[in-house]
């Protein structure tokens, strides 16, 4: 049975506290499947209906 990886957090494109390559290299490393956004680095004020997007998939995930 193959392993399924889990959405994860987002990425920030425009994100100017954590360069965003090093973001996508952490998530690449744990094996996350991530969404990138444009956004900046609190992602969950500037776009709330990505976040909840991403929760929602998630819950889907672990549903199957």
Same mark, same amino acid.
Do not use: H, S, T, W
């Given at each position: 049975?193959?392993?399924?990886?889990?959405?994860?957090p987002g990425g920030h494109r425009?994100?100017?506290t954590i360069n965003p390559d090093v973001e996508r290299f952490g998530h690449r490393r744990a094996g996350m499947t991530t969404v990138e956004v444009d956004s900046s680095h609190l992602v969950?004020? !500037?776009?709330p209906e990505a976040v909840a997007e991403l929760?929602?998939? !998630?819950v889907r995930s672990t549903a199957r």
């Open positions: 049975m193959a392993e399924q990886a889990l959405p994860g425009n994100d100017r969950m004020p !500037a776009r929760i929602k998939e !998630a």
